[in-house]
């Protein structure tokens, strides 16, 4: 049994659903979250800028002594996680490939859906992996560029009408094109499944990131016999920016009371 906490990391809220999840399935765990805050959102950067916040989170993370890493942020998967798990002798997982098998899975027609950031759109990384999994699968990618801003505000209710317009805008043409499976692919959008289901239909399936990373950090904590026994895990949010912002819309995010407050880091000590 290993007691040390798992990190996880977002550029703001988002990576809190997958949180949700790893709570609700690793209960023992205590995990350390941080989310970038001052520098979200992450969908509109270079490759170069990215890998640097990535390896400032990353070491921010490891000073804790953590065992393991899940990166809960779709744009850092898709540009800099090879490079991650070359530089750390930890076990550091993205939430591209666990998706991915889900969404090949689910497939009746071979067609898929994915919306992400811009950045994440750009790599190529979902169809590439989707590729490798099933070469018949046709992937449609659509990036949302303006989901992060309105969820990071506050703005991902249904009756909303920014963002049922918004989310009309990019995914009415995605329908158009008759793909069952729809891959959420940042962890932001879980926040907004409702809106999305409204508007695809019920015929289509969609694959939360969050969700699939959790659990695929579950099977490799348990075979790498690393998961911890205690009674009950804790979890420590920390934000590069705005903590009472961060924390009075967490709540909402990990469905749950925050216990203790959210604390600030300067990341560019990092």
Not at 124 to 144: H, S
Not at 161 to 167: F, G, S
Not at 182 to 196: F, K, N, Q, S, W
Request: contains cysteine; negative net charge; proline residues 5%.
């Amino acid at each position: 049994m290993d007691q040390r906490p798992l990190g996880v990391f977002d550029s703001g809220l988002g990576g809190l659903t997958a949180v949700r999840e790893l709570r609700s399935i690793l209960p023992s765990e205590n995990i350390i979250y941080f989310g970038d805050t001052s520098r979200v959102p992450y969908g509109g950067r270079s490759e170069e800028i990215l890998l640097h916040y990535a390896r400032q989170d990353v070491h921010f993370l490891r000073s804790f002594d953590i065992k393991a890493i899940l990166v809960a942020c779709g744009t850092v998967s898709t540009t800099a996680l090879p490079v991650l798990q070359r530089e750390n002798d930890l076990p550091i997982l993205g939430v591209v490939e666990p998706a991915c098998r889900r969404a090949a899975a689910k497939t009746r027609n071979k067609r898929v859906g994915l919306i992400a950031t811009a950045a994440s759109v750009r790599s190529g990384a979902y169809e590439r992996t989707l590729q490798q999994l099933d070469p018949e699968i046709q992937v449609v990618g659509k990036a949302c560029p303006l989901f992060v801003p309105l969820v990071e505000n506050g703005r991902f209710h249904r009756g909303d009408v920014v963002i049922e317009t918004v989310a009309r805008e990019y995914l009415e043409p995605m329908k158009a094109q008759g793909m069952d499976t729809l891959i959420l692919g940042c962890t932001h959008y879980p926040l907004l499944t409702e809106i999305v289901q409204e508007i695809m239909g019920d015929d289509v399936t969609l694959i939360n990131v969050g969700q699939e990373a959790a659990w695929e950090l579950k099977r490799t904590l348990e075979q790498k016999n690393m998961c911890s026994d205690a009674p009950q895990g804790e979890l420590n949010l920390y934000v590069s920016d705005r903590p009472d912002d961060f924390g009075a819309l967490a709540s909402q995010f990990l469905q749950q009371e925050l216990r203790g407050a959210v604390g600030s880091v300067d990341i560019e000590q990092y």
